[in-house]
Each structure stands twice: as C-alpha cells, then as structure tokens.
C-alpha cells in the first residue's frame, strides 16, 4: 500500500529570479558569440539557454487546501502541500488533489429494513482527503468510490436496524437517529479506510416507508398511538379509583361492602375513562321503599 510522504520543493518566486537571471545571460552570450564570430560559444549559448527554457516548466501553483501529487515517469516521488508559487523538476507530473472539506447526498434508496418492510432511505455524507497517495494510486477514482461505497454502506445499515422500535426492540431508524448516524458514519469509515478518506460526519436525510405500505403503517402508528393513550387513562383512572376509596375508608365517610366497592369502581372507571362526558342519573327507587 502506497503512503504519503511529504515532499519539499523550491519556493517559485526564487527560481523566477535564477531562471530570468540565467536567460538574460545566456542570451547575452548567444549575442556576444554571433557578433564575434564563435560559432561553437554561441551554439553552447544556445544549448544552455534552452535548457533553462526548458526550466520553466518546473514552476507550477498550489492552491490552499490543495495538494500536489508528484510523479517521476510513473513512480511516486511525494506530495506537496504548502500553497503558493513553486519550483520543482520540470519532468516531474504534478496531479492537483483537493483536501478541502466535500459532501454529497445520496440517492433515495429503497432498502428493506431488518423486519423486511420496505423503506425509502438517503443519507449526506461529510468527507475529506487525508492521504494524498492512497487517494490517487489505490482507488481507480476516489470521488466515486466514496459515492458507491457510501451507499452500499446505507443499504447495509439499513438491513440491520427496524424502522420503528417495537417491544423488546432498541435502536431504530427513525427513533435514534443520533445512534444511527454514528453507527453509519463507522460502516462508512470502514469501506473508505483504503481510500485515503476520512469521514467527518453522516446522516439520514430522508426516511420514510415505501409508498406502497405507507398508509398500511400510518394506520398501524395511528392505532398504536391510540393504545398508548388508552393506556396512560387507565392506568391513571385505576389509581385515582384506588385513591378515592383509601380516602373514604381512611375518614369513614361511608361503610361499602364489595358489592358496592364494585359497582362504585365501575361507575367512576366509567366516568374516568370514557371520551364523553357523564350524564348524572338521579335513583329515586328508594324513596318509595
């Protein structure tokens, strides 16, 4: 596996000056040579002077948050990243890569997830370049190497957790999604390692379930939302009942026997729990006893 290695190189504005000092000797010379007739110091002149033109093409540019990967006929000779104007071997081959924080958002995917529901599902993923070399010679292309790994490693995680939690359930897509997002950001990081990449940060951008069972679902969390709150006013009525007759046993406000404690627990779950309200009923049957 190939590494980065730094490379130094010459500051550019420095070889500007040698380059532009050697040219203007060499043409002087060159000048000089024809004018006194020394054809040979003329022609070395000239030699010399091509050389430096040749020089030239050393000088390339490196932009912040960039790097240079070098190469010398197809070996890897190091990387440069301290921007500015430089100077290197003017046969070297000098590939820009960008170290610059990118992201990018897949594709709605539709994935099952762990208990075979269809789902609808996509992701952002933040990421940047940290070595230079393993980006360029390890992965034929890197950018589309993160996008497909990207996805593959959505689709997996997918697979692996259920849309909503149910009983004797934990983590889901849709109720942790700081979990969830760690957990992506981890399988991700693991398929891009041999890329040079790292990941800064992943998360669900779109999740719903596939149109094709979304109202079936939406009815099923309409219901269940129905039976949590059932749920909360029983439990609540039953303790308010249970309060009400320790308090009028506690002051003896009145001696029930069970069959009245019954019907009394009837009456006020009755009252507690429904969605009208009462309706008093006046019993005059023992009047006329």
Same mark, same amino acid.
């Given at each position: 596996?190939?590494?980065?290695?730094?490379?130094?190189?010459?500051?550019?504005?420095? /070889?500007? !000056?040698?380059?532009?000092?050697?040219?203007?000797?060499?043409?002087?010379?060159?000048?000089?040579?024809?004018?006194?007739?020394?054809?040979?110091?003329?022609?070395?002149?000239?030699?010399?002077?091509?050389?430096?033109? !040749?020089? +030239?093409?050393?000088?390339?540019?490196?932009?912040?948050?960039?790097?240079?990967?070098?190469?010398?006929? @197809?070996?890897?000779?190091?990387?440069?990243?301290?921007? @500015?104007?430089? +100077?290197?071997?003017?046969?070297?081959?000098?590939? $820009?890569? =960008?170290?610059?924080?990118?992201?990018?958002?897949?594709?709605?995917?539709?994935?099952?997830?762990? #208990?075979? =529901?269809?789902?609808?599902?996509? %992701?952002?993923?933040? +990421?940047?370049?940290?070595?230079? %070399?393993?980006?360029?010679?390890?992965?034929?292309?890197?950018? #589309?190497?993160?996008?497909? #790994? =990207?996805?593959?490693?959505?689709? &997996?995680?997918?697979?692996?957790?259920?849309?909503?939690?149910?009983?004797?359930?934990?983590?889901?897509?849709?109720?942790?999604?700081?979990?969830? /997002? *760690?957990?992506?950001?981890?399988?991700?990081?693991?398929?891009?390692?041999? $890329?040079?990449?790292?990941?800064?940060? *992943?998360?669900? =951008?779109?999740?719903?379930?596939?149109?094709?069972?979304? &109202? /079936?679902?939406?009815?099923?969390? #309409? /219901?269940?939302?129905?039976?949590? *709150?059932?749920?909360?006013?029983?439990?609540? $009525?039953?303790?308010?009942?249970?309060?009400?007759?320790?308090?009028?046993?506690?002051?003896? !406000?009145?001696?029930?026997?069970?069959?009245?404690?019954?019907?009394?627990?009837?009456?006020?779950?009755?009252?507690?729990?429904?969605?009208?309200? $009462?309706?008093?009923?006046?019993?005059?049957?023992?009047?006329?006893?």
């Amino acid at each position: 596996m190939i590494r980065e290695q730094i490379k130094t190189v010459s500051s550019g504005y420095l /070889a500007i !000056v040698l380059l532009t000092a050697a040219q203007l000797l060499f043409g002087y010379l060159v000048f000089n040579s024809l004018r006194t007739y020394a054809f040979g110091g003329a022609i070395a002149a000239i030699l010399a002077s091509a050389v430096v033109i !040749v020089c +030239w093409v050393g000088l390339f540019m490196v932009h912040p948050n960039e790097a240079k990967v070098i190469q010398l006929f @197809g070996k890897y000779v190091g990387t440069t990243h301290e921007p @500015g104007l430089k +100077w290197a071997n003017p046969f070297f081959q000098k590939t $820009a890569v =960008s170290t610059r924080v990118r992201n990018f958002e897949s594709g709605q995917l539709k994935v099952n997830d762990s #208990q075979g =529901s269809p789902i609808e599902i996509a %992701a952002v993923v933040v +990421w940047k370049v940290f070595d230079t %070399a393993e980006a360029m010679f390890e992965v034929d292309d890197y950018e #589309q190497f993160v996008q497909i #790994q =990207s996805e593959s490693a959505l689709r &997996n995680l997918t697979t692996t957790f259920p849309y909503e939690p149910h009983e004797g359930e934990g983590t889901a897509l849709r109720s942790h999604p700081t979990e969830i /997002a *760690a957990a992506l950001r981890d399988e991700i990081q693991d398929r891009l390692e041999q $890329a040079g990449v790292t990941v800064i940060e *992943a998360r669900i =951008s779109h999740l719903a379930y596939a149109p094709e069972i979304a &109202n /079936a679902m939406l009815r099923r969390q #309409q /219901a269940s939302a129905i039976i949590a *709150a059932r749920t909360q006013i029983v439990r609540g $009525a039953v303790g308010m009942v249970e309060m009400a007759l320790d308090e009028l046993q506690q002051h003896s !406000v009145v001696d029930l026997d069970e069959e009245r404690k019954a019907a009394m627990v009837s009456n006020l779950l009755v009252v507690l729990c429904g969605e009208e309200g $009462a309706q008093p009923v006046l019993n005059t049957g023992s009047l006329y006893t």
